[in-house]
Structures are given as structure tokens and as C-alpha cells.
């Protein structure tokens, strides 16, 4: 019931601005469809492996519809602003789990953006495009856990992200940081396979693939269900570390070093 509550309240909050919202999407279509012009030109006279032109047009349509539910999440899930105003004492007392609560108050905000920016936003792409779309039910269903796992995933990090402004004045190089090396290492403009050796390394290794370049792959039914183990057990371990993390803000709370 509570998470039904805090994810209605977020949710609504963002209908108030569905208007404004639509700028984003436009914007958000035109880097897109920017995207693919450049992968257009390089595909001249090259078969881009497995993917082909048709394939790698897909492949970054999809990645940017992706993006709006696991990019462009709160920062920090509004924790780096709560422990500004000393609201995150008041947070901590709540006889409701921080993490849970968080987590819970932002599902909302990332339903909102699926159903007005993701969706919208792919819709351009399926009829302007001749984009690949899953052949089977099974596949959409995947593709679907996938997106799931990869949005949990990324509110992990981003409550990771937060929790750290209790020890620092300043955390918003953190949230860039983090958005920086997801551009770069989840495949989001270029496949995982395709970076170049030590930074392919790192990726896979990282928890990074399975924000965009997993759920993209098993939609073009390029790989199956067996890639998201990776995900559930980078899931597992965030919510421990997340578990963790909160239980070491209720015994210390740092309040710009007060």
C-alpha cells in the first residue's frame, strides 16, 4: 500500500507538467534520430557485423527511449537536497526504511516517464523508421524484466550517490560522473563489443551493460533471458550494499559537517 501511495504522489505530481514534458521529447527524438544519421554515414560501405544498418538503427532508437527510465532519475534521489535543508533528519526518522521509501517515491516518477517520454518517444521511432521490433511474445516479456532490472539498478546508484552527501558538501560531480561513464561503458552509442579493448574490460565487468546495452540486445532478440543473471546478482548486491549504506547513515548523521 505504501508503495502504491508515494509512487501515485510522484506520479501525479509529474502529470501537472506533461506540457512543459513535451519539449523534452522532442528533444530527446531529434538526438536520436542525430544519432542514427551518424551510424547511417558509417554504415555506407560497411556491414556492421551482426547488427547491419537496419540492426544498429534499432539498436540506438531503442538505447535512447531507455534513457529517460534509467538516466534521467532524480539526483540522488533527492537526498543531496534533504541533507542541505537538514530535511534528512527528519527523513531518517520516519518509521519507514529510507532506501525503501526513496526507492518507492521514485517509481512513480520513472512510471510517469515511461508512459509520457519513453513510449511517445518510441512511437516516433516505429512509425518514422523501419526499426526492428521483437518477433515474439517471450522476447517483449524479457525485454520488459530487462528494463525493469536496469531502472532498479540505477536507483540503487542514485541512492548510493545521495547517501554520500552526508559525508561531502558536494555530490553532483558523483551523479555526472556516474552519467558519464554509463554513456560511455552501457553501450549506449556504441555496443559493449565494440569499445575498445580495456574499456570493453571494464564494462563488462561493471554493472553498466545492464542499463542499456542488455535490455537492447535481448529486444533485438540478439541474446536471451540467460543475460539478465547478471543483472539479478548486480541487484542483490546493490540492495545490500544500499541496506548497509542506510544503516551506517541512522548511526551517524553529518549535516554539512554539523
Known amino acids: 500500500m505504501l508503495f502504491l501511495v508515494l509512487a501515485r504522489k510522484t506520479f501525479d505530481r509529474n502529470l501537472q507538467y506533461r506540457s512543459a514534458h513535451m519539449i523534452h521529447n522532442i528533444a530527446s527524438a531529434l538526438f536520436g534520430f542525430i544519432y542514427m544519421s551518424v551510424w547511417r554515414g558509417i554504415a555506407e560501405g560497411r556491414s556492421l557485423g551482426e547488427y547491419g544498418t537496419a540492426g544498429i538503427l534499432s539498436y540506438v532508437a531503442f538505447n535512447q527511449c531507455i534513457l529517460w527510465i534509467t538516466s534521467f532519475q532524480t539526483n540522488g534521489l533527492g537526498l543531496p537536497q534533504a541533507v542541505r535543508t537538514g530535511a534528512i533528519a527528519l527523513e531518517l526518522m520516519r518509521p519507514v526504511h529510507l532506501f525503501y521509501q526513496l526507492i518507492c517515491r521514485e517509481s512513480g516518477q520513472i512510471a510517469y516517464q ?145
Do not use: H
Request: charged residues 10%; proline residues 6%.
Open 114 to 258: 515511461f508512459l509520457y517520454k519513453f513510449l511517445p518517444i518510441y512511437a516516433v521511432y516505429f512509425f518514422a523508421l523501419p526499426i526492428r521490433v521483437p518477433q515474439t511474445a517471450a522476447a517483449w516479456l524479457w525485454t520488459s524484466l530487462a528494463l525493469l532490472l536496469a531502472a532498479y539498478i540505477s536507483l540503487c546508484i542514485q541512492f548510493l550517490i545521495g547517501a554520500a552527501a552526508l559525508w561531502t558538501t558536494e555530490s553532483t560531480w558523483m551523479y555526472w560522473s556516474n552519467y558519464a561513464l554509463s554513456t560511455l561503458l552501457s553501450g549506449f552509442l556504441i555496443p559493449v563489443e565494440w569499445l575498445p579493448g580495456p574499456l570493453a574490460m571494464i564494462s563488462r565487468f561493471s554493472f553498466y551493460p545492464y542499463l542499456q546495452y542488455v535490455p537492447s540486445r535481448i529486444y533485438l532478440e540478439m541474446d536471451g533471458p540467460e543475460r539478465l543473471i547478471g543483472a539479478l546478482i548486480w541487484c542483490v548486491c546493490l540492495t545490500a550494499v544500499c541496506v548497509a549504506a542506510t544503516a551506517i547513515m541512522r548511526r551517524k548523521v553529518e549535516v554539512q559537517g554539523g
